[in-house]
């Protein structure tokens, strides 16, 4: 899969923009890679998510950040479209994610969840070994060339800093492994198919400390090859690796998009108080 | 509650091994029946009840596996058709056997022709436990964690594969758990068997044969012939040992899958 050019600056603030609805933010440097365009999330009659418009450009983290509740994580699953596995769930507006309309009725969903890694709040690897764990979603996209699997294995584990850890054991249970290296293992399972987007809902916030660094430290390696879209309720985090940020919040039991732009306007020069009130931990 | 019960099965066992244990010998498992099952050995009777078994779970299994993944993974949990598969379910796991017998008979010998075979046999024994194994294969899959198939779904997996690749190898300690009870449920079986299978203890030559199941066998014995239970314990004591065999048997592999296929491989 072709990689567009990367953008970014060193301290990445070119890399991603987030255009807002209302005046905030800056302007993107081209067309966006991720671009939401007043999204609405409905479960059933209960709206969770309002209008919400975002612009991501093709590298970079973004860091979604927001009391529970504010729709972070729903709009993550909107963009691979995981909410077709809740029947109630009614997504409205437009998401374009590269060449494809994410919303539309005829894209084909799974090479859309080829293209959008997903790592989850908690571990998830399969009760299988680790060479199984990370060469199944291969073949379930019809890679079968065991010399090829055994490649892009090594080089996926290599990537998350796995490889000398558990290169010896890769026909051993991936569940015996501790907490921070199976979200290692699940985030080198998302890069074995090399997608373009990795949405992280809040990849650190079910390991110890230390395992929480490692991770963290493996997102920001991460952050010159690969769209990431990350929930944190950290904000230390978010302030630390993000390029943009976003603020959501709750109002009227629904959420909202509040501001957003490049973290370091978002979390020193906040321009709505809400986002001051948050970030000052006065609010949320 | 649990001393109980064990002191329950070991009076039971004692029993059988104390009135049982003289007739256990090597004719009884390879010699036929002789002056109507008192003398002699079972081994038409062995052959008859495994291939009526086999018959069963050859067609339950398929069957009942397709209906699991049909309630579990493709109906919604509360959809009308749902529900009412799992209560005509429930209900038909409560149905007595003697009922399942008629049925047989009246279905398979009669409608579809079979006759008193051990076809027929085994697939009434087929429609008693699929009930069992579906619920249990069903409960299986449900209770494969949600994370899994969010982790597959979003790896763009298909709903195929999932359930292919990834819930049923998680699921097999609870299809085995359900094949156990099915496959106990079969073999203990009698009142099914008596209307669709036949009591004939000849060797049988073909699935066509009709064929007498261990567990007729002891009724048999024990209700009908005078001077028969010597005999009847010591098959009794065979069907106990068969299905503590196939049990541990059933444990040994789910471990074994469980530890090897499923984690490791």
């Known amino acids: ?284 | 509650m649990a001393l109980v019960l064990l002191v329950f099965f070991a009076g039971l066992l004692g029993h059988l091994l104390w009135h049982g244990a003289a007739g256990l010998s090597w004719e009884l498992f390879t010699a036929p029946p002789r002056h109507a099952g008192r003398d002699g050995g079972i081994a038409p009777i062995l052959v008859s009840t495994g291939l009526i078994l086999g018959v069963c779970m050859v067609t339950a299994l398929p069957f009942g596996l397709g209906t699991a993944v049909l309630l579990a993974e493709v109906t919604q949990r509360r959809s009308w058709t749902g529900e009412f598969v799992r209560r005509s379910l429930d209900t038909l796991a409560g149905v007595p056997s003697i009922v399942f017998g008629l049925f047989g008979n009246a279905f398979f010998c009669v409608t579809l022709g079979l006759g008193f075979s051990i076809m027929s046999g085994g697939l009434t024994l087929a429609c008693m436990v699929l009930p069992i194994l579906i619920r249990t294969a069903e409960e299986g899959l449900r209770a494969v964690p949600r994370e899994y198939r969010l982790a597959a779904a979003a790896l763009g997996f298909s709903h195929a594969s999932t359930v292919c690749q990834l819930l049923l190898p998680a699921a097999v300690p609870a299809l085995l758990a359900g094949f156990i009870l099915g496959l106990g449920r079969a073999m203990a079986e009698t009142a099914a068997l008596i209307f669709t299978s036949g009591y004939v203890d000849r060797m049988p030559a073909s699935l066509w044969d009709s064929g007498r199941a261990l567990s007729i066998h002891i009724y048999d014995l024990s209700m009908h012939v005078p001077g028969g239970d010597g005999r009847a314990y010591a098959s009794a004591l065979v069907l106990i040992g068969l299905l503590l065999v196939i049990n541990a048997g059933a444990m040994w592999a789910g471990r074994r899958l469980t530890a090897q296929w499923i984690l490791v491989a």
């Not at chain 1, 072709?2 to 209302?22: E, I, Y």
């Not at chain 1, 699997?149 to 026909?171: F, M, N, T």
Request: charged residues 20%; aromatic residues 4%; glycine residues 8%.
């Open chain 1, 1 to 284: 899969m072709k990689r567009s050019p990367v953008t970014a600056t060193p301290d990445g603030d070119t890399a991603v923009n987030a255009s807002a609805p209302a005046g905030a933010a800056a302007a993107p440097t081209g067309a966006p890679f991720l671009a939401l365009r007043r999204v609405n999330v409905f479960y059933g009659a209960r709206q969770a998510l309002a209008d919400v418009s975002l612009s991501i450009d093709r590298v970079g983290i973004t860091a979604l950040v927001g009391p529970s509740g504010s729709g972070k994580t729903t709009l993550l699953t909107c963009v691979n479209r995981l909410t077709d596995l809740i029947p109630s769930c009614r997504v409205t507006g437009a998401i374009r994610c590269g060449d494809l309309d994410v919303l539309s009725p005829d894209t084909d969903v799974l090479r859309l969840r080829r293209r959008i890694g997903m790592i989850f709040q908690k571990p998830n690897p399969f009760p299988f070994s680790i060479r199984r764990n990370l060469a199944c979603p291969l073949r379930e996209h019809g890679v079968t060339d065991p010399r090829l699997i055994d490649a892009r294995l090594e080089s996926a584990l290599r990537q998350v800093g796995l490889w000398d850890e558990v290169s010896d054991r890769l026909d051993t249970a991936a569940l015996a492994l501790s907490g921070g290296q199976q979200q290692r293992l699940c985030i080198a399972r998302a890069l074995m198919l090399s997608p373009d987007v990795l949405l992280m809902d809040e990849p650190c916030s079910a390991l110890d400390p230390m395992s929480s660094g490692w991770v963290e430290d493996l997102i920001t390696a991460l952050r010159r090859q690969y769209t990431i879209v990350i929930v944190t309720h950290n904000l230390a985090q978010a302030r630390r690796i993000a390029d943009h940020a976003a603020l959501f919040w709750v109002r009227d039991g629904v959420g909202r998009l509040i501001e957003h732009g490049p973290a370091a306007q978002l979390f020193d020069h906040p321009r709505h108080e809400l986002t001051a009130a948050y970030i000052n931990g006065v609010r949320g």
